[in-house]
Each structure stands twice: as structure tokens, then as C-alpha cells.
């Protein structure tokens, strides 16, 4: 997880929601709303950095295939 995490107008120490999940069965309602809130946006980012990763990743596979058949095609002997 980052360090710190900008949510509405507010910064939220990472460190504080690891307390809260540590602590859940104690913690009040409101915490467990705001570690809620942190964990759906970091799965939201992380779920979007995965998706531009696989699609760069296929962009290069790609791209890796097309040079590589036309290296190979040049060099039969």
C-alpha cells in the first residue's frame, strides 16, 4: 500500500489503516468505513495498473514476434 493516501480533501496515513485491519474487530464504524474506502481505491488502482501492464506486456509480445519472424526470414540460409 502507499504511504499516504489523498482521500476527500484529506490524507490518510497508511499506517493508520494497517491499525484499523490489525485492530477491525475493536475499531468504530467510522474507521472500518475509512480502511473500506482505502482498500476499494487502492484495488481500483492497482486493478487498473495490472490491466495497462498486460495490455503493454501483449503490445510487446507483439511487437518482440514481428522482428523476430522478419530477423529470421532474412537470415535463412
Known amino acids: 500500500?502507499?504511504?499516504?493516501?489523498?482521500?476527500?480533501r484529506e490524507t490518510v496515513d497508511s499506517k493508520k489503516i494497517l491499525e484499523i485491519i490489525k485492530n477491525y474487530k475493536d475499531s468504530s464504524n467510522k474507521d472500518l468505513n475509512l480502511a473500506l474506502q482505502f482498500i476499494q481505491k487502492?484495488?481500483?488502482?492497482?486493478?487498473?495498473?495490472?490491466?495497462?501492464?498486460?495490455?503493454?506486456?501483449?503490445?510487446?509480445?507483439?511487437t518482440y514476434n514481428m522482428l523476430h519472424k522478419e530477423f529470421i526470414n532474412r537470415n535463412v540460409i
Not at 51 to 56: A, D, I, T
Open 1 to 8: 500500500m502507499e504511504n499516504h493516501f489523498k482521500f476527500e
Open 42 to 62: 487502492d484495488f481500483d488502482h492497482t486493478k487498473e495498473t495490472l490491466l495497462k501492464l498486460s495490455e503493454h506486456l501483449d503490445k510487446l509480445e507483439n
